[in-house]
């Protein structure tokens, strides 16, 4: 009875709360431009989603819910709610089946499904507790998993995707002997991959960051400079991705935790050693074990996953190659037919690469030599091994599903207009030293909001060049700040969102609790986000070299940790 109470309150509220929405903007001028149209109510959609994911800890009925009141704004052509919810629900499946027929978002769920797959083909063959094994025996504490951990996402620098996928299942086990949380390890892995793939300068990144750069230094009539010459330059002034980075090394090496991580150190350590770890609604490969009998080798996972790697660097090269070859852009052309295999040629084809396409089509490879070695080494048969396969992406499933709701609402955000309204909002009048701070708060804030870096990249950049181009009359050095502002800015608010896919992949690769991870790992990112800005961004728009702020910063964030932050010990539970 008290159940049947509280759905009817709910289905009461939603209805008044839409018939007020409807009201709302029935009475703003139809004509005008979403976001002036919208206004305020731009936010919303990300606003619901972000807030009742939190409340519910539903990840999945929560980002629909906040697609379903966008494309609810969208519909909305007079007070009649029962028309509008209608064709909003039509639309939401519209849009939907649109997010999976776009080519790059097929290539991000299926290369998922398919490291899926190997990562299961991995663990049934033994190669992921004896790579657990080997880690266990170097990383027999704390301190030294968590830094392996770091280490290891600073190799796996080509792509925040397949770091999320590869880290997290690898590590997970080291970490759970050594009883680190799993909101940790999510931390780790999550802060080594879009922070560590957005400053490398060979990722799947860096085509999207130096074309934006270089259209944004067009726009004001520079043309003596190159997209990836101006990336460089950026990079000293990427306070965040920077100093993410070394915040990990510091909590690592003190054990100093704050906020819900410490707590949740707390009762990683306090687990008895035979405790069942129970994680709920955390797909991943927890129920997985080895073949009864089979010989534990390395090799078995170190044979696929550097397939993996290795085939994903190459069909980023081949993929790039074949487009310059391709495509009318002379300069380029004469690159690849020149000096194909020089350092200027291989970082051209990463650059133009289709990053979807290659790392589906290394997925595949790897897919098919995890096979192939599970049958060899008699330890599947044919059919055990494909069936073992696709049991794997069975395990994804779930995360595909959540990414394409997230890509839905990234689709719905930008028809209302939420990043044109925070512009517009943020954009007024201000000191010419607070710019470069504006511009990274501005980022966090869209990115935060829309769950996507390469979507608030793309809409910021352009707007921020010519900004920071204007206002200090055109100083390189100014400009160059504000630009690593956009990317930094982008890069913070995508990785601490709710709703961003990396967000989501780190919590899947760890499985840890989706929200229990953002929960957990939201404090860490402010707390290196507000160093960024008052140490870094802040002293840079007043002239303050890089190489003044980044010792500083260091020293504040350890400074930081001691003082919020506790020591959690673990001598009890050395492995």
Known sequence: MERNMKIGVIAAVSIIALFVLSLLITSSPADADNS?????????????????????????????????????????????IITTAINAFLQLGSDIIGCMADPWNAGIVLQCLLIGGIIQLVTKMGGAKALADAFAKRANTPRKAQLFTWLLGLCVFFDDYANSLIVGPIMRPVMDKLHVSREKLAFVVDATAAPVAGIAIISTWIGLEISLIAAGFESVGVTNVTGFGIFLQTIPYRFYNIFILIFIVISALTLYEFGPMKKAEQAARARKEDEEIIVPEAPGFDEIKPVEGVKLSVWNAIIPIGTLIIGALIAFYWSGYTTILGGEDQALIAIMQSSPLSFEGIYTALSQSDASVALFQAALLASIVAIVMAVGERILTMEEAIGEWVGGMKTIVITGVILLLAWSLGTVIGNVGTADYLVGVLSDTIPAFIVPTLIFILGALISFATGTSYGTMSILMPLAIPLAWAISSGDMGFTIVCTSGVLTGAIFGDHCSPISDTTILSSMGTSCNHIDHVRTQIYYAIFVACVAIFIGYIPAGLGIPWYVSLPIGIVVLYVGLKVLGEKVDFEEVEA
């Not at 305020?40 to 009925?61: D, G, R």
């Open 36 to 80: 002036i149209r919208f206004g305020i109510l731009t936010l919303l959609p990300p606003l619901v989603a972000i807030a009742l994911a939190f409340i519910t800890k539903e990840t999945v009925l929560s980002l629909f819910i906040g697609v379903f009141v966008g494309e609810f704004m969208l519909a909305v052509n007079d007070l009649n």
